[in-house]
């Protein structure tokens, strides 16, 4: 009874050992099984990360100085944006160096690709109401170091970035040199805080024949065309100058007249049909108003004419306090005399709005000059 007692008690020992034994190497297998588990989630992490290190897309970048697209200038940037929330483990070495290469890349594309995001409209840099005046001379040195942004022949677009609107400025020209200094001193800074990738285009008529200002700005149009894809047109007198930089230098859904206040008429309209000075057209308006008058020769009537080809759409303007202007007093041009047939005109403006205009534009480029500040444009409009 003894021996069959004690045989029980080694026997049952002996299972308890083996059943020990199994469960140890249980937990081991699972262990294993456990941290070859982990091994393959890390390593698919890590190829999940090379997976978007190698997402690739081309952003084209902006036109070059030339006013010209150049479709295979482009860039090759990360698509980084779009897996933002995938976090890399920081166990391996490896893992590590991949998340630090990851983190600098996706800031740099960051900053790239903000940059092709919408300017705000208004623009955050205006600074309302500006003192001008015209007592102290301006030189063209002293314009060029102050706007060292520009593109060369007066371009500028911003940096930070992509503006609302492409505009070229058309100022019809002739001897007026001092006139354009002034211009350019207030006007550069006032469009680059307008946050406006802008052309400036100095349209000057050639010889002492009698001055077309109307023509001329459909030469500018036609020009500025010819170098950029501009989809505004603020045509502009030289000795204009706006007193305030929340009269934006652009277009709307109307035609707009931005110089409705001018310290010549006293800071008021002259009268309702009054379009002068300062105005902006698409260049869907422009087109369908067939642009300006070819025919007007010497001073006056062509603005009337101008108004009176958009009697289908309605003036949009600014208040009287934001559309301040300034103008540089001078005397009447020579050779600029008062048209003696504008009144006869404008009263046929619907007769004749089909047949002068853009469509019937003629003249001769006798001479282009590229400036840091402006392009001037010498044309041949030839004769009344």
């Known amino acids: 009874m003894l021996d069959s007692s004690l045989n029980f008690r080694l026997r049952k020992k002996g299972w308890t050992v083996v059943v020990v034994l199994g469960v140890i190497n249980l937990l081991v297998v699972l262990f294993n099984l456990m941290g070859y588990s982990n091994g393959l989630s890390a390593n698919k992490q890590i190829k999940t990360q090379t997976r978007i290190e190698t997402a690739f897309i081309t952003v084209p970048l902006p036109p070059q100085d030339n006013g010209q697209h150049d479709l295979n200038n482009s860039v090759v940037i990360l698509r980084t944006p779009k897996f933002k929330d995938i976090h890399l483990p920081n166990a391996a070495t490896t893992t590590t160096t991949t ?48 706007n ?155 603005d009337d004419d101008i108004f009176n080809r958009q009697d289908r759409m309605s003036i949009s303007r600014p208040d009287g306090e934001v559309g301040k202007c300034r103008m540089i007093r001078h005397e009447r041009d020579k050779l600029n005399d008062p048209n003696p047939q504008r009144f006869d005109r404008i009263q046929r403006t619907r007769l004749t709005i089909n047949t002068d205009g853009i469509s019937s534009l003629k003249y001769k480029v006798v001479k282009v000059e590229k400036d840091a500040l402006f392009t001037k444009i010498t044309v041949d409009v030839g004769k009344p």
């Open 99 to 146: 998340t630090t290469t990851t983190t600098t890349n996706t800031t740099s594309t960051t900053t790239l690709w903000n940059k092709f995001e919408k300017c705000p409209d208004p623009s955050p840099h205006l600074v309302g109401p500006l003192r001008v005046e015209f007592s102290t001379p301006v030189s063209l040195d002293t314009v060029r170091k102050e």
């Open 148 to 302: 060292p942004g520009l593109q060369g022949g007066g371009r500028y677009k911003p940096q930070d970035c992509a503006a609302l609107q492409k505009v070229a400025l058309i100022i019809p020209f002739r001897h007026r040199d001092d006139h354009l200094k002034f211009w350019l001193y207030y006007l550069h800074p006032i469009l680059q805080r307008q946050q406006l990738d802008y052309g400036v285009y100095v349209i000057n008529q050639d010889g002492d024949d009698t001055f077309n200002r109307a023509k001329l700005m459909n030469i500018g149009y036609a020009e500025a065309l010819k170098e950029y894809d501009y989809d505004c047109f603020v045509f502009s007198d030289v000795d204009i100058i706006p007193m305030d930089d929340r009269n934006p230098y652009k277009c709307f859904s109307q035609p707009r007249h931005l110089s409705v206040s001018m310290d010549k008429f006293g800071f008021k309209l002259p009268y309702n049909q009054y379009f002068g000075g300062v105005s902006a057209l698409s260049k869907e308006q422009f087109l369908e108003i067939n642009g300006f008058p070819n025919n007007y020769w010497g001073w006056g009537g062509e």
